[in-house]
T-cell receptor, first 112, second 113 residues
């Protein structure tokens, strides 16, 4: 059974700290790994990673994939209170179904 | 504006009642999905559709039904057979077999009276 595991499940930091969120996966016919940010409602898309070792960056957020060790990390530098959210990791598989398998998420709280 | 809309925002269901959640997209995406989100459980796939007039069960399809008569629309019916329907329901769409991320609607929160 395909599985995505995120850690930690919950994290509390102070503004200005740097955080690293982890996502490991066991997926048959892996295609890509996606990161989403969920505040109150719909998850918003952050990154899609398909190749090992290539960092994707957007402002203070960055992410990288390791297909050999089957994990990805999401880094947030100089955190702000607006970064408080649940961060979701999901994998897709090759073979046409385009289903996403989600982890349970990491709840990040950034205190002033 | 392009996007995915869901309605209603909140929905109340009485015992034994079927209710239908609406999902519409104008992104010209082929694939659409329904997820259920419970606290501490992450998102679980209910049904998905890769093309009009075709859909497949996800991991937790029991007690739910869908239709895909139009490319833009993928309504979800929560039937009386679903014994624990209280949850946050999210609809998503993606370009489909061509690959690409899934994009989510704002969600519908279903509560049982």
């Amino acid at each position: 059974e395909d599985k995505v595991v995120q850690s930690p499940l919950s994290l509390v930091v102070h503004e200005g700290d740097t955080v690293t969120l982890n996502c490991s996966y066991e997926v048959t016919n892996f295609r890509s790994l996606l990161w989403y940010k969920q505040e109150k409602k719909a998850p918003t898309f952050l990154f899609m990673l398909t190749s090992s070792g290539i960092e994707k960056k957007s402002g203070r957020l960055s992410s990288i994939l390791d297909k050999k060790e089957l994990f990805s990390i999401l880094n947030i530098t100089a955190t702000q209170t607006g970064d408080s959210a649940i961060y979701l990791c999901a994998s897709t598989t090759q073979g046409g179904s385009e289903k996403l398998v989600f982890g349970k998420g990491t709840k990040l709280t950034v205190n002033p | 504006d392009g996007g995915i809309t869901q309605s209603p925002k909140y929905l109340f269901r009485k015992e034994g009642q079927n209710v239908t959640l609406s999902c519409e997209q104008n992104l010209n995406h082929d694939a659409m999905y329904w997820y259920r989100q419970d606290p501490g459980q992450g998102l679980r796939l209910i049904y998905y559709s890769q093309i009009v007039n075709d859909f497949q069960k996800g991991d937790i399809a029991e007690g739910y039904s869908v239709s895909r008569e139009k490319k833009e629309s993928f309504p979800l019916t929560v039937t009386s057979a679903q014994k624990n329907p209280t949850a946050f329901y999210l609809c998503a769409s993606s370009p489909g077999l061509a690959g690409g991320a899934q994009y989510f609607g704002p969600g519908t929160r279903l509560l049982v009276l």
